[in-house]
C-alpha cells in the first residue's frame, strides 16, 4: 500500500475511533455508509496524483469534506447537547511574514473540536486519555495537581487535528547541508485529543502519532508554494533528517486570570495563564506562559491563538449559546518559555544513529502580539511571535507570523 493510501486509511480510521458508536454502528457505518467519506477523500488523492500536486495541499478540503460527511452519519444525533457541533480551524506559520526563510519556516495545522459533551458520549481513545485529564478518574497526582472544585460541574470536547512543521537552512543553493545552518527536516503528525473544563480551568491532553523525514512530505509542500510565490527552491532536501514514526503525549492547562478580568461593558480584558508538558519521540518539553486580551465584544473561549501542541479552539463551559453580538475586535500580547529536553529536528530521529549538526538549547523564550476579528461565526486573527535562539549555532532570533481562521458550525 502506498504512502498517500496509508495517510487516507488512518485519516478514516481516526474519525471514526473518534467518535462513541457500538461495534455494530462500526459494522454498519463501514459497511453502508462510509461512501461519503471515502468518495471526497479519494478525489483528493486522484487529483493530486494527476496533476502532481503535494497530497498535503488538499488536507483542509479533506476535513471539511470528511467532517461534514462523518457529522450525522458516525454520531449519534441524540449525543449533540447544543445546535452547533464544534469548531473548526486553520493555522497557518510562515517566516515569510518576518522577512525570513530559514529555521522554522512554515507550519500547517488544522484541527477540529467538539462542543461541549458528557462523560458518556466520549469515544474509546477519549475514554482512555482521561487517566491524565484531572477528573474523577483520572490519576490521584493529576487531579491534586491539575482536578477541579467540583468534578460534577465539568463538560468535555474531543478533537482531532492534522499538523505539518517545517526546518530549513538559511541557504538554499547548495545540495548538501550547509554547515553550521539548520538541519532540513520535516514532521507530520495526526492527534487525537480530549479537553475537560469548567468556567475557569481547560485540561487539554492530545496522543499524536506522526513521521519524520520524507514522508513529512515537507519538501513536496515546500516545493509547490515557492513554485507558485516564484521563490527560489531549496535543494538540499536529500539531506533532511530520516524518517521515523513518532509517538507524543501533551498535556496543556489553561487557566482564566482573575487578576486581569476588566470592565463589563462592550470594551473589556481578560487574559490565560498556562502550563504544559510533552513527552515523546519528536519533541519533550515543558511550557509556562500566558497572554491578556482586551478588546470590543471578546469572544468568550480558551481559544489558541497560535499554532501550538494542543492548539484548538475552545468557549467556556456553559457558554455554548450564541454570541451577543455579531462582531467582535481585539488585540493580544503573551509570553511563553519552554525548557526542551529532546527535539528530533535537532537531535536527530531518537532511534537512528543521525547527526544534524545543530546543538539544541535548553531553553527557548517566545513574547507574541497580535489582533483579531470575528463576524457571526467566522474568525480572523494574526500573530507575530519573536523567539530566541533554538541551537546553538543560530545566528540570530527567529520571527515569523501566525495566520488563524476559525469557523463555528
Not at 312 to 340: N, P
Request: proline fraction near 4%.
Amino acid at each position: 500500500m502506498s504512502a498517500h493510501k496509508r495517510l487516507l486509511r488512518a485519516l478514516l480510521l481516526a474519525f471514526i475511533d473518534l467518535n462513541p458508536i457500538s461495534q455494530n454502528d462500526l459494522f454498519c457505518v463501514w459497511g453502508r455508509k462510509i461512501t461519503p467519506i471515502c468518495r471526497p477523500l479519494n478525489s483528493c488523492y486522484h487529483t493530486a496524483m494527476k496533476f502532481r500536486l503535494p497530497f498535503c495541499v488538499f488536507l483542509p478540503w479533506i476535513g471539511l469534506a470528511a467532517l461534514s460527511s462523518a457529522e450525522g452519519i458516525i454520531t449519534p444525533a441524540a449525543s449533540t447537547i447544543s445546535k452547533e457541533s464544534g469548531y473548526l480551524t486553520f493555522y497557518l506559520d510562515n517566516d515569510v511574514f518576518g522577512g525570513q526563510d530559514k529555521d522554522y519556516t512554515n507550519g500547517f495545522r488544522v484541527s477540529w473540536i467538539s462542543d461541549d459533551r458528557k462523560e458518556s458520549e466520549l469515544g474509546f481513545i477519549q475514554r482512555g486519555l482521561r487517566i491524565f485529564s484531572g477528573d474523577s478518574e483520572s490519576f490521584d497526582f493529576m487531579q491534586k495537581i491539575t482536578g477541579f472544585d467540583d468534578p460534577k460541574k465539568i463538560r468535555y470536547n474531543y478533537g482531532f487535528s492534522l499538523t505539518q512543521l517545517m526546518y530549513t537552512p538559511q541557504d538554499y543553493e547548495p545540495f548538501y547541508q550547509p554547515e553550521d545552518q539548520r538541519r532540513y527536516a520535516g514532521w507530520l503528525g495526526l492527534g487525537m485529543s480530549l479537553h475537560v473544563k469548567d468556567d475557569s480551568v481547560i485540561n487539554s491532553i492530545e496522543l499524536t502519532v506522526g513521521t519524520t523525514g520524507p514522508n513529512s512530505y515537507a519538501e513536496h509542500t515546500q516545493d509547490f508554494i515557492h513554485d507558485l510565490k516564484g521563490s527560489p527552491i531549496f535543494n538540499g532536501w536529500d539531506n533532511q533528517i530520516p524518517n521515523e514514526i513518532t509517538g507524543d503525549l501533551s498535556f496543556v492547562q489553561k487557566r482564566r486570570a482573575a487578576f486581569l478580568t476588566r470592565g463589563d461593558g462592550a470594551v473589556t480584558m481578560d487574559g490565560l495563564t498556562q502550563w504544559g508538558l510533552r513527552l515523546g519521540t519528536f519533541r519533550t518539553e515543558a511550557q509556562v506562559g500566558g497572554f491578556f486580551r482586551v478588546g470590543y465584544n471578546l469572544p468568550s473561549d480558551f481559544s489558541d491563538p497560535r499554532l501550538s501542541d494542543t492548539a484548538y479552539s475552545h468557549r467556556y463551559f456553559g457558554q455554548d449559546e450564541d454570541y451577543t453580538s455579531k462582531w467582535s475586535i481585539y488585540s493580544l500580547f503573551g509570553t511563553m518559555a519552554h525548557a526542551v529536553a529532546f527535539d528530533a529536528t535537532l537531535d536527530g530521529p531518537m532511534f537512528h544513529n543521525f547527526e544534524t549538526g545543530n546543538t539544541r538549547e535548553p531553553f527557548v523564550g517566545e513574547v507574541f502580539t497580535g489582533v483579531g476579528v470575528r463576524y457571526k461565526s467566522v474568525e480572523f486573527s494574526y500573530v507575530h511571535t519573536w523567539r530566541t535562539q533554538e541551537y546553538r549555532e543560530q545566528v540570530s532570533d527567529s520571527n515569523f507570523g501566525s495566520l488563524a481562521m476559525r469557523v463555528r458550525f
